[in-house]
């Protein structure tokens, strides 16, 4: 159960006495259960449009929805999408784009990159209320989280040090085994044949994004493994609206 607490302690803002006491050894274990705190978080929203749809239009509540996850995930995967803008956007070489997101201050792409993305959440959101797809919200928790899980097994670490160490290129091939089981027979109850379409196109821009990130900062950082989730998140209702 350790593990399991490590997972929710390091993917949300719900305090977690094991999260804090966690060895990188715990930390590496714990990416099997990611698949898991992801699809609780979408049983989280899918909670909130049960209990507010009868008082709130979808618009409103999107906006909610959209709220309650930064908050509950502490917009760390939302502070990482805006620094992975912001490097790329200033060029040079690995160096320079390394220094940049390591920036604690925000510039103008970054501002951009949220934008874009909270826009097509906020959009998306409402769609799938207005349709009544709300499983969506369970596949798209279940699969962003996966995605960070193979990104942290097949690739490597772009810094000498830094939070996301344990997890990039350290993390045992079982637990990923163990992830990827959760995580196909959990897109296949939850939506058949579409779920698992989704997690195929998802493998395939995991490792498109990887190959372009070691082309141009050497490997994966903490903020390129929010970005991705927060990629995903949007690419998974896009797939959801499409079909």
């Not at 898991?36 to 909670?47: D, M, S, Y």
């Amino acid at each position: 159960m350790r593990s399991f607490f490590t997972a929710i302690g390091t993917l949300t803002i719900v305090p977690c006495h094991h999260s804090m006491i966690a060895t990188e050894r715990d930390l590496g274990r714990s990416v099997l259960f990611f698949p898991v705190v992801g699809l609780a978080i979408g049983a989280f929203l899918l909670g909130m449009v049960r209990l507010l749809e009868p008082v709130l239009a979808p618009a409103p509540l999107a906006a909610l929805l959209l709220l309650a996850l930064a908050l509950l995930t502490g917009g760390l995967h939302l502070d990482g999408l805006a620094d992975l803008c912001d490097g790329l956007a200033a060029g040079g070489g690995r160096e320079r784009i390394l220094s940049v997101m390591k920036d604690p201050h925000i510039g103008a792409f970054g501002v951009i990159g949220l934008g874009v993305v909270l826009i097509l959440k906020y959009a998306l959101f409402g769609e799938m209320i207005r349709r009544g797809w709300l499983s969506a919200f369970l596949l798209m928790g279940l699969l962003s989280r996966w995605a960070m899980v193979l990104a942290s097994f097949i690739g490597r670490y772009a810094r000498e040090s830094g939070t996301a160490q344990p997890f990039i290129g350290q993390i045992h091939w079982l637990p990923c085994a163990g992830a990827t089981v959760i995580t196909l027979a959990g897109t296949f109850l939850i939506s058949k044949g579409i779920g698992l379409i989704a997690a195929s196109l998802v493998f395939l821009s995991v490792w498109l994004f990887n190959r372009f990130l070691e082309s141009r900062i050497g490997g994966w950082t903490g903020d390129t493994l929010g970005a991705l989730s927060e990629m995903v998140e949007v690419g998974v209702l896009l797939f959801i609206s499409a079909v």
